[in-house]
């Protein structure tokens, strides 16, 4: 398959890729960045705690200066010292703490308001309106009353810096006021340790190619007056006329009671910031700003990083997606080329099989040798077997290729149970084995579900039952369990006295091809495929296969599928039963048992004599409407009936494998279960007759019309012989323009119709038939036509349902097919009821001695059966034939029509075949593949 194609099929599963992983990042970015943020803010108040501390200590020294100071003044003023001491003092002072290297960073100078004058420890003129009560620092020391205050920053009129004052209230012995006494520290030291936290950032990120320079760090007092900013013009600027942020910043910070804010706020130079806010130990507010580009810068980087490793991997998922897909389109054009292939060697098998199984029923049939009869009835069988495989790879190939499907209907049970045992009954005789049936009368007559594959479970598992087992006896259990009002279990346990099953092998014994035992099982035929393809059904049916086995005792397979209810009628019910008093006598103890729980299971009242003498003793009382014998005694028993003291109807119970002789009282075949009891008590007896081994048609439909369409004439010859007993009027042809043309002027009640034929196939064929316009263009539309193909591949019979024919016939045509299929289709007043019997036939094919060049007249023979006469009729049929098809496919070749081409190469190779033109066929299966 083509990429575009494939990215086209897989577009919804490459579009929730994309999805997932766009979605994956955009969580994974909003968690992370979740992080990332709080990393940063968490880093933020750290930079704001370590910075509180350091001013903290700043301050902490200049308290310690000027409280040292204070005591020295305090201690002159109480000695008696003058003002200009005090003053020298303060003036030395001053110069020795400003000149130190290592004093107090940012001291300025001591001054004092004592005894209401002004002493400096600087040299400064005081101007005459310098009045110092009117000043913030002696204000703030007078409010403190002994406590050291610390102003708000102002232009100092000495210096003209911006300063701030730390100032304290000087006291007499007896707690008279003498005066402040005070020292102004520079502010620019505080200023540039603030502006210089960016460095912190610096070195806390390192490496990253980083805004962080652009942080910077502001400081405001009590009344929110900035402090401290880079830009020197927003100084002693309220913060809340900064921007409308900054408003919200002031409010954020009243409210909060760790007195921490975080905002995002345009600053002066009209950029977006991000500030954090924490109030600090003297009740000022240090912040800390950074451009929110910087903020989210690592978060930004994070997220490149997580949408680069998204895109990454949903490219590999993508690719990987996109190879998967494509191996599995390989895999799936592999197993439709396997399909087809199968397909093909189906029909090329079935082909020929259709003339052998055909041929050997005909030759059972019309001859009346016994020893051929037997060999017909080998080759027959054989046959079977041979299909049955072909079958199972079939079946194997649909379950592979996800492509077998389960075609519900509405089914009798009756029908399922009586096929399966008309068809083991032989094999079981063969081996002497006993059988036993029991089905529960609680299960509806009706159900809905697929039969054929319920069939061909249960005949597998029989069939398997019967392979393993030499000696004693093969059971069928059908039950049932409701699982509600419209559905119920139908459980089938199948279970045998044969070899067993080592519990080592148990686990094998589902695996595809896989035979266990095979020391015990070397004579046995199998291909290891049937309980494969059991299982496979029952779970497909909804349900399973379970096993119980012992070694050398027997095993017993527990099939269990879903059904639903169509109605609630029992499927075997007696009618009055407290009239029918039954009596029976079996030597064996098995079928003794079986018989007693059939007869409880039907609530009837049943009397079992331990001997044969009670039981005649028993017959003659009176007691009993019905007597059921083994064959072994029937004739006496027969002899003895008219002298009880009141009429009974005797039952023979014959074995399988045996044929009834006794005409004057019924027959019931062995295994006896509810339904066939059932049907015998409420004298629907005559049906279960047994006629021997031999098919017999159920009806007759002289008044009938049947047209079989088939472009090869021995298909259409072995179809028109298998359908004689019928005795229908039928009308036969080779193309599907041929059956158009019939059908205008002929109203038939079935067509047989082919699948494969030139030029127009069955389906084209069908569809014409359908669209003839006439007055009662209805017929046409109703008309049963039956698909003949030897196609049995998966989907065919639903591919011919949706095109508008209603039923499918394999070839090789099997009788008991053909019989359900006229059964369904042939109008119910065209049919007569057969006279029990076989259908027989005096005419013998003649064995004649031709040489023909080019024809193997004896193969040739063999497939077209009947006598020599028609044979060379056919052979006749198909020179004629063959060369208006020569024509017809040199034309198609010229006009480079393969598919027409091919179709006709086919037909020809199957008519030579079949009439023993060997050398044709082959030369046309040559082609055939060529053009393929
Ligand atoms: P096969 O075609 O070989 O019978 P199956 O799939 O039907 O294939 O069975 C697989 C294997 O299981 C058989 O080869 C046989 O060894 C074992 N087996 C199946 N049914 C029975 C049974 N009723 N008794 C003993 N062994 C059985």
Not at 645 to 664: A, C, D, F, H, T
Not at 741 to 770: C, Q, W
Not at 808 to 823: S, T, V, W, Y
Request: proline letters at 3%; charged letters at 20%.
């Amino acid at each position: 398959m083509k990429l575009g194609a494939i990215i086209r099929k897989e577009m919804m599963q490459l579009f929730f890729v994309v999805l997932s992983f766009g979605l994956m990042v955009f969580v994974s970015y909003i968690f992370v960045s979740r992080i990332v943020e709080n990393l940063i803010l968490t880093n933020a108040t750290e930079t704001l705690y370590t910075a509180e501390a350091t001013i903290r200590s700043d301050l902490r020294e200049a308290e310690m200066a000027l409280y040292n100071a204070a005591i020295t003044v305090e201690e002159m003023l109480i000695r008696g010292e003058s003002l200009q001491q005090i003053e020298s003092y303060l003036f030395m002072l001053s110069s020795a703490m400003f000149e130190k290297e290592d004093s107090l960073p940012g001291f300025l100078y001591y001054f004092a308001y004592l005894h209401n004058q002004l002493i400096m420890g600087i040299h400064y003129d005081v101007p005459e309106d310098f009045y110092p009560p009117e000043r913030t620092w002696y204000a703030a020391a007078e409010a403190k009353e002994g406590n050291i205050a610390i102003t708000s920053p102002y232009v100092d009129a000495v210096t003209e810096m911006p300063v701030i004052t730390l100032a304290k209230n000087l006291y007499g012995p007896d707690g008279e006021g003498y005066g402040v006494i005070a020292l102004d520290l520079d502010i620019a030291h505080i200023s540039n340790y603030i502006n210089s936290i960016h460095a912190y950032y610096q070195t806390y990120y390192p490496g990253t190619r980083s805004r962080t320079e652009d942080a910077y760090g502001v400081l405001f007092d009590e009344q929110f007056n900035l402090v401290v900013h880079p830009f020197d013009d927003s100084l002693n600027v309220p913060v809340s006329t900064m921007s409308p942020g900054h408003a919200r910043t002031v409010q954020d910070l009243i409210a909060s009671p760790d007195g921490i804010s975080i905002q995002r706020v345009t600053n002066v130079n009209g950029e977006r910031i991000m500030l954090i806010t924490k109030r600090i130990f003297n009740g000022w507010y240090l912040g800390l700003a950074r451009p929110i580009g910087s903020y989210y810068e690592n978060i930004r980087f994070m997220a490149i990083i997580l949408s680069i490793l998204g895109i990454v991997f949903m490219t590999i998922l993508s690719i990987i997606l996109i190879r998967l897909s494509i191996l599995k389109a390989d895999s799936e054009e592999k197993s439709r080329e396997k399909s087809s292939f199968l397909a093909r060697m189906s029909h090329e098998i079935r082909t020929p099989m259709n003339s052998i199984l055909g041929m050997a029923e005909l030759i059972q049939r019309k001859v009346k040798s016994e020893e051929i009869q037997e060999y017909a009835g080998i080759i027959q069988q054989s046959g079977d077997s041979l299909i049955a495989i072909i079958n199972d790879i079939l079946d194997f190939s649909k379950i592979e290729s996800g492509r077998l499907f389960i075609q519900s209907r509405d089914y009798g049970i009756t029908s399922v149970v009586n096929d399966i045992i008309n068809m083991m009954r032989p094999r079981i005789a063969e081996k002497s084995l006993d059988f036993f049936v029991s089905v529960d009368c609680a299960i509806p007559s009706m159900i809905h579900g697929d039969d054929m594959r319920l069939r061909q479970v249960l005949t597998n598992l029989l069939s398997n039952a019967v392979k393993y087992t030499h000696k004693g006896y093969v059971s069928l259990d059908i039950g049932m369990e409701p699982i509600d009002k419209r559905s119920f279990k139908l459980i089938c346990s199948v279970k045998d006295s044969g070899i067993g099953i080592r519990p080592e092998d148990h686990k094998r014994l589902f695996s595809e091809f896989s035979r266990v035992d095979l020391e015990a099982n070397q004579n046995i035929e199998g291909t290891g495929l049937g309980l494969v393809i059991s299982r496979a059904l029952c779970r497909f049916m909804g349900g399973d296969i379970l096993v119980s086995s012992e070694h050398g005792k027997g095993s017993t397979f527990r099939a269990v599928i879903t059904q639903v209810f169509v109605d609630d009628t029992a499927a075997a019910m007696v009618k009055e039963p407290e009239k029918k008093r039954v009596l029976f006598y079996d030597e064996r103890p098995l079928y003794v048992k079986a018989l007693k729980d059939v007869l409880s299971n039907l609530k009837v009242d049943f009397k079992s004599s331990s001997g044969f003498r009670e039981f005649i003793t028993d017959m003659q009382s009176g007691q009993f409407d019905y007597a059921f014998v083994s064959s072994k005694f029937a004739m006496d028993c027969i002899s003895l009936l008219g002298t009880g003291n009141k009429p009974l109807q005797l039952v023979i119970m014959v074995e399988p494998g045996e044929v009834s002789v006794y005409r004057e009282v019924i027959s019931i075949m062995m295994p006896i279960y509810s339904i066939t009891m059932a049907n015998v008590l409420n004298n629907v007896s005559d049906e279960l007759l047994s006629h021997g081994k031999k098919f017999s048609v159920s009806f007759t439909a002289p008044s009938a019309m049947a047209l079989i369409v088939d472009d090869i004439s021995t298909n259409l010859r072995v179809a028109k012989e298998l359908m004689s007993p019928y005795g229908m009027v039928i009308h036969v042809c080779t193309s599907g323009s041929e059956a158009i043309s019939l059908l205008k002027s002929n109203r038939y009640d079935i067509v047989f119709m082919d699948h494969m034929m030139p030029g127009m196939d069955g389906i084209e064929a069908t569809t014409h038939i359908r669209n003839i316009e006439s007055k009662d263009g209805f017929y046409r539309k109703k008309l049963p036509i039956v698909a003949l193909t030897a196609n049995a591949i998966s989907g065919q019979r639903e591919m011919f349902l949706q095109q508008g024919i209603n039923d499918f016939l394999a070839k090789p045509i099997d009788i008991q097919k053909l019989n359900e299929i006229l059964e369904r289709w042939i109008p119910k007043e065209k049919r007569i009821k057969a006279d029990p019997g076989l259908i027989e036939d005096t005419k013998e094919a003649n064995a004649v001695s031709l040489d023909i060049s080019g024809v193997d007249v004896s193969v040739g023979l063999r497939n077209c059966g009947s006598s020599v006469e028609v044979y060379c009729s056919i052979l006749a049929d198909f020179c004629k034939d063959a060369e208006t098809r020569l024509v017809e496919i040199a034309a198609a070749l010229d006009k480079n029509d393969a598919p027409n081409y091919t179709i006709l190469v086919h037909a020809l190779k199957g008519a030579a075949r079949s009439v023993g033109a060997m050398e044709t066929g082959e030369k046309a299966f040559w082609l055939e593949n060529a053009s393929q």
